[in-house]
């Protein structure tokens, strides 16, 4: 009963890459948008009993370490890793010239335009790389001594840390290994966005400015480092992963070894303990994962890999660059052009164009933005919470600078500009008709919100203008962009009703991401299929054979959620047809069926009831309709006594989804939804010090499907984007290029003390997203917006502008003249 008849697969196909408004809701909800009594994680992080990959220990495991590069550009010319072997507890060493070692492998999420990394280096490209060699000992730290053991030569290169110096044609290479013909790498690939004529825009403006800023690099350090554990069970390979993706671990291991069968590997992705795309993103994740699967084969015992808080700082977000813009545009804060170029280090996917959220969610005409990815001797720069931190920020600076020029309300700026790829509301408002959503002006709601929250109008006011009678100075700022929206993705989902009580299962392995998803899933479940909450279970953790898509770009919900809604509707189904006909149909014969007048559509099930619409008292409770598991089989249990008993067929279905989604430019659809955010402060003149007094969140998610998730992500992501805003920095000597704060002391981070300012958090529904019921992402998007706002506000808290990224105090005495 696996197989989908036509008519489920057209219900599947409908949706299929949606380009359109949900046609297909619920009528009314019943578990979907409220706030439920649980979290299915929640007792066991809170009482801290949640297993994670770094908790788990085997009998007879192995602890492996990495050699870390001394040097930020360096070969390995010799090794002597004798002294290491003799090391009591050492049992084995992996060089980096092992023979079984190959020169390449897949070992992250895409290959890179160069081919993929070798999964243990004789080459360092920043200081601090794990590479050349690694220990397997009976403790970390026997691994770690050894480690220290090892006598290595070294032929030190020439290295970069000035993104515009390396950019120079005569700069030495960076990471010649993977980009030998230029550190500037992607010039003239993925590179330039055009919108219009700039050069006409900037000849109708009144006004134009030219202005640059820095943003500086920033980790996804968290809590659990780096790790996994490998274990063979004859030729089968078992696997505990800190991995957001893994499906993406058995495609790639499948792979490794001279080749995996699929169906051999066992799977197991438990709690994670934070990630934020950051390490799984980079294109050797896998790497140390390849290596302990070796050692483990090597060995015949268990093998768990552990980075050192060091080795977590492995690498960057992808906004750490300069940025240079022009902006043309009227005395009434009319943007006409912008033409900006963003020079960023280490980026592996330069794709993110820093106009780019100008282009998606203005009426700007006129555009023109360039990326300018520029290899220097840092670690890769990738995907951290989120990709979309150049254009936010990009965008947050635009709007303000224009504001502030023009002596007008930031607010007044955004809802003038208002707009898609050029054009204006009422453009918008045609599309929103054309593809079925109602016309609601989203920023208009969610500004006219957080206004109120924010009491904004009495407490805006021209930069440097408002002294406090504390002495400090006032500050507030605003900004603005699309809600996220769906990328890409993939999801296959199954539900089965288990026997003997009538509950439901969701199966499909995904990774943990601490923000309820499991439970929102079990809530759409519940409401399709007219199941209470509680009879609804997902337990993600361990492989069925299904993979839900993985926790990126904020977009699982309008991906997954599909899923998950085709695949219940799929099961609801089929309970109703197989409560119209004869049960335990053999070839001895069959049983009345539980509704034996009636049709499919003539049944309901609510509260995991299932009863006649004409006369709702005709009923049976979905656990007396599936029956009781037998004794010698799940199905029947009267088997062995002689004679036959009603029973029920299995009652299973699964589904899938697919996305192409907005990225895609052969594909666009115009984003719809908005979210605004509103910040005070205030800044000592004194000391530097900026101190967060309030802060609103509004943001359209079109249907909140699990409202406490998502204010929590608001609420979450606020205190992340304050955090890099006002403290994150990766720090690194100019002369050695050695990083200077490389651990959670040096490395700041914000802490409750930094962030006790209430943070407001209002949710709009709309209905304006391409998710199942009209939703949208949040996940990313208010910490990714957050990061940019410090900056404006302490701007219109001093009157001058710090263009330095974070802002800290230091910066904000040098713009005052104090230093």
């Known amino acids: 009963m696996g197989s989908l008849s036509d008519k489920e697969k057209q219900t599947m196909r409908e949706m299929q890459d949606n380009l359109r408004a949900d046609p297909f809701p619920l009528n009314t909800y019943t578990h979907i948008g409220k706030r439920g009594p649980r979290r299915l ?13 770094m908790d788990v220990q085997l009998p007879g495991m192995l602890h492996l370490r990495f050699l870390n590069s001394p040097f930020p550009h360096a070969e390995i010319t010799h090794m002597d890793t004798t002294e290491a072997e003799r090391l009591d507890g050492v049992r084995y060493i992996l060089r980096y010239d092992h023979p079984d070692l190959p020169s390449r492998a897949s070992l992250g999420k895409v290959t890179g335009i160069y081919g993929d990394p070798p999964p243990l280096s004789r080459f360092a490209h920043f200081e601090g790389e794990p590479m050349g060699a690694a220990v397997a000992a009976e403790t970390e730290d026997i691994a770690e001594e050894a480690i220290r053991l090892i006598k290595v030569e070294w032929a030190e290169r020439p290295f970069n840390l000035d993104i515009m110096a390396a950019k120079d044609k005569n700069a030495p290479l960076s990471y010649p290994e993977m980009y030998p013909d230029s550190n500037y790498w992607n010039n003239g690939l993925f590179d330039v966005l055009i919108q219009g004529d700039v050069k006409k825009g900037f000849a109708a403006a009144e006004q134009v400015v030219e202005f640059a800023f820095v943003r ?81 084969r090597e060995t015949g015992r268990p093998v768990k890999y552990a980075f050192s808080r060091r080795e977590d700082f492995y690498g960057q977000s992808m906004d750490d660059g300069i940025y240079r813009f022009k902006v043309g545009f009227n005395d009434d804060g009319t943007i006409l052009a912008v033409e900006g170029t963003s020079t960023c280090a280490n980026q592996i ?81 045609a599309e929103k008709k054309k593809l079925g959503f109602p016309d609601i002006d989203s920023l208009a709601v969610c500004v006219e919100k957080g206004k109120t929250a924010m009491d904004w109008d009495a407490k805006w006011h021209p930069p440097g203008a ?29 539900i089965r009703i288990e026997r003997n009580d009538g509950t439901a299962t969701i199966l499909s392995m995904g990774c943990d991401n601490g923000v309820d998803a499991e439970n929102t899933y079990c809530q759409i479940a519940a409401d399709e299929l007219g199941l209470n909450l509680e009879d609804v279970h997902y337990n993600p953790q361990v492989d069925p054979g299904f993979f839900r898509m993985s926790p990126d770009s904020s977009t699982n919900l309008s991906v997954n959620g599909w899923a998950v809604r085709h695949a219940a509707r799929i099961l609801k189904q089929r309970i109703l ?74 009652l299973f279905a699964f589904s899938y989804h697919v996305q192409v989604g907005s990225y895609n430019p052969e594909n666009p659809r115009p984003h719809l939804t908005r979210q605004a955010h509103f910040l005070e402060v205030e800044v000592d003149t004194e000391t530097g010090e900026i101190f967060i007094i309030k802060a609103v969140n509004v943001n359209d998610v079109g249907k909140a499907i699990n409202p406490m998730s998502c204010e929590g992500q608001q609420y979450g992501g606020t205190v992340m984007g304050w955090s890099r805003g006002k403290f994150e920095e990766m720090i690194y000597d100019p002369a050695t290029g050695v990083m200077l704060n490389g651990n959670l002391i040096d490395y ?51 009157g001058v502008w710090i263009d330095d990224h974070p802002i800290t105090p230091d910066k904000v005495l040098k713009a005052l003249g104090k230093i």
């Open 466 to 494: 408002k002294q406090l009678p504390n002495g400090r100075m006032h500050g507030m700022g605003f900004t603005w962009t699309n809600e996220w929206d769906d990328s890409l993705g993939s999801s296959e989902i199954a």
């Open 41 to 53: 994680d929640g007792h066991l992080k809170a009482s801290g009993k949640a297993d994670y990959t």
């Open 748 to 798: 700041k981070i914000a802490t409750t003390l930094d962030v006790d300012a209430p943070i407001d958090t209002i949710l709009v529904e709309s209905g304006m997203g391409y998710g199942p019921y009209g939703s949208v992402g949040i996940g990313e998007d208010v910490g990714t917006v957050m990061t940019g706002l410090i900056g404006p506000a302490v701007h219109n808290a001093i």
């Open 577 to 650: 047809e197989a409560a119209v006909r004869p049960t335990a149909e053999t070839q001895r014969g069959s049983f009345r069926a539980a509704f034996p007048d009636c049709a499919p559509e003539d049944l309901d099930i609510l509260g995991s009831v299932i009863f006649k619409k004409s006369d709702p008292s005709e009923s049976i409770t979905l656990a007396d309709f599936v029956r009781e598991a037998g004794q010698s089989g799940p199905v029947t249990s009267t088997e062995n006594a002689g004679f036959r008993w009603a029973f029920t067929e299995p």
């Open 349 to 429: 996917w330069p794709v993110f164009n820093p106009v780019n959220h100008l282009r998606e969610n203005t009426r700007i005409p006129h555009l023109k933005g360039k990326i300018e990815t520029v290899w220097v001797n840092k670690g890769p720069a990738v995907p951290t919470r989120c990709e979309q931190l150049p254009a936010t920020l990009s965008l947050t600076m635009v709007f303000s600078r224009v504001a502030a020029e023009c002596g007008l309300d930031p607010v007044a700026v955004a809802l003038k500009n208002d707009g898609v790829e050029g054009h204006d509301m009422v453009h918008v408002s």
């Open 216 to 296: 500086r690099g920033h980790t996804w350090i968290g809590p659990e480092r780096p790790c996994g554990v490998f274990r063979w069970k004859g030729d089968c390979p078992e696997l505990w992963v800190k991995q957001q993706r893994p499906h993406l671990v058995k495609k790639n291991l499948c792979t490794w070894y001279g080749g995996v069968p699929m169906n051999k590997i066992q799977l197991h992705c438990l709690y994670q303990g934070a990630s934020f795309g950051g390490w799984v993103q980079v294109p050797w994740n896998m790497g140390p994962l390849y290596c302990a699967g070796l050692v483990a």
